[in-house]
């Protein structure tokens, strides 16, 4: 069963409706059947709607499934309620975030392509801050909260049963000053040192990489588990999107592969890094 109160709340509703689409009902027809609104079950289903076990019970009964389905179910519903360690932080992490982290908390492999901002998962507490202070609305202990969970996230890359992470970077990223010089520098000593973790791959999309498909920044996550689904994670600066099913993560694969056929091997980027840094440091 997957480990934060995100992933099993998605596999929930992923199982849910399963059940319904094995039934060949609609979300009326189960709503129709239990005296429901069709609304109801399809917000069940979406991950959108407080499920309780009763309601747990009462779908099972109704489309027959064994004792062994409900306890699973009636499980995921009871853990999905559970607080993950990010929420503690309150208003220093966004709602629409909040959901990302969860599911990031579980995934075994990670393709993230970032074309103005150095990854998250590699940032300097220093780099973090600036990013959060530039323009920010946000109160002085909201940024320090933010700063503190970007730096607890970090720790997915070094658990016991780390995800296979593959990062690939603009050379704009590196170029774009947040801070200062020295600031810079100490940030792309970060990008190397993160660079020889096992499990972790760096690739830069250097000014000279020729044609490549046209994209803004994005991550695609995959499961352990063949019952829940790749995503593909996409955000702005108040709200976030997910994208499920096979065309979008077919298209989004075949974008990653191409970056990946463009950008510059991870022993040249490592060189082409430390390049970089000695001109910080002029």
């Known amino acids: 069963m997957a480990g934060s ?114 990854p998250g998962l590699m940032q300097t507490p220093q780099y973090t801050r600036e990013l959060h202070t530039t323009g920010a609305v946000m109160a002085a202990q909201d940024i320090d909260r933010a700063v503190r969970v970007r730096m607890e996230r970090q720790g997915l890359l070094t658990k016991d049963g780390a995800p296979d992470a593959w990062f690939i970077v603009s050379e704009a990223a590196l170029r774009h000053v947040i801070g200062d010089r020295s600031l810079m520098r ?41 019952e829940d689904p790749d995503i593909v994670y996409r955000d702005g600066i108040t709200d976030a999107m997910y994208l499920e099913g096979e065309h979008h993560i077919r298209e989004y694969t075949r974008a990653f592969d191409s970056l990946r056929a463009a950008a510059l091997s991870p022993q040249r980027t490592s060189q082409f890094v430390k390049t970089v840094i000695k001109e910080y440091a002029k």
């Open 5 to 118: 109160p995100t992933a099993r709340r998605r596999r929930l509703s992923i199982e849910l409706k399963k059940l319904r689409e094995t039934s060949a009902l609609t979300c009326a027809q189960v709503g129709a059947g239990l005296d429901w609104s069709g609304s109801k079950v399809n917000r069940m289903e979406t991950g959108s709607g407080r499920i309780q076990p009763s309601d747990i019970d009462a779908l099972c009964r109704f489309y027959g499934t064994s004792d062994e389905v409900r306890e699973f179910l009636k499980a995921l519903a009871r853990d999905s309620k559970t607080r993950g360690w990010w929420q503690v932080h309150g208003s220093g992490v966004p709602e629409w975030f909040n959901i990302y982290i969860g599911l990031e908390q579980d995934a075994s492999t990670f393709r993230q392509y970032q074309c103005e901002l150095l």
């Open 186 to 226: 100490d940030q792309l000593e970060r990008l190397l040192e993160s660079t020889q973790l096992p499990n972790v791959t760096l690739q830069v999309l250097s000014f000279d990489s020729g044609n490549y498909p046209p994209t803004g920044a994005f991550t695609m996550l995959g499961f352990p588990d063949q």
